[in-house]
């Protein structure tokens, strides 16, 4: 086992229609839960992860309920405007071998 969280060091991409997140990876063309284009995945501020940590702190990270609970604090913090205004977009998706559904 190693110590390294990527959650203290990666970008959270999130996809905000339903909540899924990859950690420590770029999104694929499409989320394997919604299937919505890769454009709707944003970066998940930490605080809004951790707030969802907190109130599930036995769930795998893509539990239905911790993907409900990203998508209302999405909209509660306003994250998508916000998002726009600094300006981080989502890079081109390269090709990775991750495999999400593990965590679901
Ligand atoms: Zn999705």
Known sequence: ?????????????????????????QPKMECPVCESYKTSFIDLPQHIEAQVREEFPDNPHNHRDNRARRVELIGEHNVLEKNRVSGRVLPAASGNNMNPSKDL
């Open 1 to 25: 086992m190693s110590n390294y969280d990527p959650y203290e060091h990666a970008l959270l991409w999130t996809c905000k229609h339903c909540g899924f997140m990859y950690v420590g990876g």
